[in-house]
């Protein structure tokens, strides 16, 4: 398998309907969908782990105000939903957005650089 590191000020996790955390080490340190909105500080580069509609939503918004995110999917993004209309959104937020889609692909761990106060995938 081809290892992959990514960095980013915020990882946020957005993994589907439900509320969950991480289970890799370094997992503490993303925020949720939630929390990114109660952050004190502009969250910056953002990767987005999960492609349910909140993870598309928030990588959209992010994109909108101007900041970079980047989604990691497992495997199939808006799981449940119209697999044709699904591949369209992501292609769209890929190819047209310029939101940059990493799968399939989860996190093993997310350790903090302290020369750059960076996360790292």
Same mark, same amino acid.
């Given at each position: 398998? !081809?290892?992959i590191? $990514?960095s @980013?000020?915020? =990882?946020? #996790?957005?993994?589907? /309907?439900?509320r969950? +955390? *991480?289970?890799?080490?370094?997992?503490?340190?993303?925020?949720?969908?939630?929390?990114?909105?109660?952050?004190?500080?502009?969250?910056? !580069?953002?990767?987005? $782990?999960? @492609?349910?509609? =909140?993870? #598309?939503?928030?990588? /959209?918004?992010?994109? +909108? *105000?101007?900041?970079?995110a980047?989604i990691?999917?497992?495997?199939?993004?808006l799981?449940?939903?119209?697999?044709?209309?699904?591949?369209?959104?992501?292609?769209?937020?890929?190819?047209?957005?310029?939101?940059?889609?990493?799968?399939?692909?989860?996190?093993?761990?997310?350790?903090?650089?302290?020369?750059?106060?960076?996360?790292?995938?």
């Amino acid at each position: 398998d !081809d290892v992959i590191r $990514i960095s @980013a000020k915020t =990882i946020l #996790l957005a993994p589907g /309907g439900r509320r969950t +955390g *991480i289970e890799c080490p370094g997992g503490d340190l993303a925020v949720s969908s939630d929390d990114i909105f109660r952050l004190n500080s502009d969250p910056g !580069d953002t990767l987005v $782990i999960g @492609a349910s509609y =909140i993870g #598309l939503e928030c990588a /959209g918004f992010l994109k +909108g *105000i101007g900041r970079s995110a980047t989604i990691m999917m497992r495997s199939i993004p808006l799981r449940g939903m119209d697999r044709d209309m699904s591949e369209r959104v992501a292609n769209y937020m890929s190819d047209r957005a310029g939101i940059p889609i990493i799968r399939p692909s989860v996190p093993t761990k997310i350790e903090k650089d302290s020369s750059t106060n960076k996360l790292i995938v």
